[in-house]
């Protein structure tokens, strides 16, 4: 920079005429005004004086190179001391970041593949199964009542039986006729059980659902398994519902619309609507009036299991039943067929390690729900997005001399704004095409008072006050900043006693005291979401995902921070410390997912081999039974799961430039955590509850703060701690900071203009949708030409346009137009 503005001076001075500066001259003597000296006594004294200053002045201008220098010099030694930096070292750092970049849009251009599937790549199983009746949609497990036990023998309070309501309330009165009918105040939890189960077998079969109750082998249990097969009641409930459900491919050709069979955007999901199937029955498109000539899957098994709870909980407060132990468990059944199909889709993950890592997000989708496939699609996008990360970290490793390397930090932070960017189109275009419109349900943990609901005055539902919601929730984020600042206060003392040297017991006793805090903030956590007190369960989700982030980024990085911003710290040797620290660190989070998976794999066998070995004999349990011993996926789980590759994806962003080998470390974790995940999903869990979201919610809030704070982090990194700014004053190194903060902020203005977080994709959906939903509802409707449906003219004026005869149109006031037109 400093040499174009000498040039550009050198050549400006060159250029300048001689005769200019005569004129020049005369016309400032002209115009020069007297400041402090006296004025001379005759014009002449003027223009000789002015002359003279001009030559001067453009003797300067001629010489500007060598003023420019003296000046950069002075100010150099000034601010920096005489710190001067190494230009070939610049230079280099300049071609390792163009050259990484170009890589990055090469790998992201035409290597990196999407989750995103035309739908006959996806179609599963659309013929209906062959009724089983231990088969089930949905399980609710009671206490058998053969089995008396004291702690079930015990009324309940009238305050536990309030909670069974239903939540909101759908009736009138905002009580349950169910809940009136079934309960007693005077009941104990055994005697509500049976209630419970008495008449839910009585109202299910009313309400078009197949029941079925067994016993378990130790006859500890009774097994409500519900199910929903007949197609008046799924086109009832459907209808209800208001669903989208994705169209054949065949029946867009059959419209007359021409799209690529190809195309992830081809067969986007319609209305489900009668009037539909109807019109398309009407136009010979149909066979037959059923949706199954249309629909893929009508409906998915996700959809099944949140219609039964949906319509269960218009009766009972399911979740509060659990709580007071009137019920056992509930979960949706696994579909043994859809989960073969779901294992066979996802073999990819099971077999080598493809370029491709590709996921069957959309059977997921309709298998676990929407919130768990985003998640397992943000975890397979960015272990993509990581493979076009190696061969620059590889690089960086291998070039690596001294701390830091410059050059390679910027390319780790451009990738993960275009990661970041890639993600965004695929959620967007995920969210299009699950889009359903549905009326979320309320949380049924949430509390307030009985009032007409601002929708239907008719019905009463739970509101809390506004003003006092607010309040509680303040006190939330007061108790969450305190808990914070008090947790990094101790980690921050016990690293401060051992002076950043910490030996073996100083690290177990540091490891300890993260445990203990994190043990300690799950109880502080639950009574922040209870007094918080959500009434949407996506808005509970996302205020529990953020503040879990938030306590394990301080549990996880605080020790790294301190032993890099700590004051006394010889730069080689934090560096160095740092660098085994992160290996250690990552290492463990991939141990750390192995481990789990073990643990709940042997979990299930113990628990099974216990119930044989009392019963004094191997016995064969039905598949529903067997379920009932696998481990939940609740809530805090999920957030678990997703804690590890966030975590690591931070230590790419805050400590990459410090440890490039982390980039492999952090794919081995992805990699893991998805391997992980599926194994429990498919041989040790229970199925998970369909939780619609609308993306992975705050997560991705949590991965662009850990991005804009790895920004930060890097450039003091760079600038305090690199071979560019070694040894130089504040100053400079304040300078350094500065100016990578201005590089990286250009260089992801130019990934966004590159990979621009929306690719159109999801608007093409929505245009598709609106439009294949259009045709399909008026193709079978009679056109209006039948005498019935016409429209009426006057008959006179009728006859003159078809004769032409204008001048015999009336106008508006009835008056006619003169045969011979004045002139």
Known sequence: MRLLFLWLSWVTVQSLDTECLGSATVGAALLQLPTTSPAPNNTLER????????????????????????????????????????????????????LGIAWLIFYFSYLYQTDRQPPDA?????????????????????????????????????????????????????????????LKVSS???????????GLCEELPLMGFDTHVFSSVDYERLFLCISLRKYAAIDYYLTKGDYHLPIRSEIVEKLGIKQSKDDPTCAPSVRYDQRTLDSLQNAGILTEKSFHEIHDEV?????????????????????????ENVIVDQFPSHNLVKLEQLRAASKSLRGSLGLSLSQPVTMLKDYVG????????????????????????????????????????VVFLVWGRMAANLWRRDEDFFAAQWDRDQVSL?????????LPSPVDGNILERQAPPLATRCWRFLSYCVMFFFAVFTGLCLFAWQRAYDGQMGTYGSLGLTGLITIFGFLFDYVLDWMMSIENHKWPRDHYNSFVWKSFVMQALLRYFALMYLIFQEHCDTSECVATTRSDLISTSGSLSATEIALALVSVLQVKLSMWYEDWKLGKEVKRPWVEVQSKYGQVHLRAQTSAMVAPVISLGYIFLFG??????????????????RASYYILEHCSQRPFPRDLEGVGMWEDAVSSLLTLGLLTTAFLVSFYGDTFR????????????????????????????????????????????????????????????????????????ESIRSAAWSDIPRGDGAKLNATPPP
Request: with cysteine; net charge neutral.
């Open 657 to 674: 430039s410090v440890q490039p080998i982390l980039v492999p470390l952090a794919f081995a974790v992805f990699f893991v955590h998805l």
């Open 188 to 198: 104990s939890q055994m005697d509500v059980g049976k209630s419970v189960l008495q």
């Open 727 to 798: 040894g130089a004053p504040w100053t400079a190194q304040l300078f350094g900071f500065g100016l990578f903060v201005i590089i990286v902020a250009i260089a992801w203005h130019f990934a966004d203009l590159v990979f621009p977080p929306a690719d159109g994709a999801a608007e093409l959906l929505k245009q598709k949708r609106k439009y294949v939903e259009s045709k399909a509802v008026v193709v079978g409707l009679p056109k209006p030409r039948t005498k019935a449906a016409a429209g009426s003219m006057d008959s006179k004026i009728a």
């Open 122 to 182: 996806t179609r599963g199983e659309s013929k209906p199964e062959e009724p089983d009746e231990l088969a089930a949609d949905m399980v609710l497990v009671f206490h058998h009542p053969s089995k008396t036990s004291a702690s079930l023998g015990k009324a309940m309070s009238a305050e536990s039986l309030h909670r069974l309501q239903p939540c909101p309330a759908s009736t009138i009165h905002g009580t349950s006729d169910f809940v009136n009918k079934v």
């Open 442 to 450: 309320a949380s049924p943990y949430y509390r307030g008072e009985l």
């Open 299 to 323: 409906p998915s098994g996700a959809d099944k299991a949140r219609i039964i709870y949906k319509e269960i909980s218009e009766l009972l407060n399911l979740d509060a039943a659990v709580d």
């Open 370 to 409: 929407a919130r768990l496939a985003f998640n397992f699609a943000w975890t397979g996008s960015y272990a993509r997005a990581l493979l076009g990360l190696f061969p620059p970290a590889l690089l960086a490793v291998y070039l690596g001399k001294g701390p830091l390397l410059l050059g390679f930090p």
């Open 47 to 98: 223009l000789l004086e002015a002359q003279e200053a001009d030559q001067t002045a453009f003797t300067r201008l001629r010489n500007m190179t060598s003023i420019i220098e003296d000046d950069m010099q002075s100010f150099l030694h000034s601010w920096f001391e005489g710190f001067g930096p190494d230009y070939g070292q610049m230079a280099s750092a300049a071609v390792r970041t163009v």
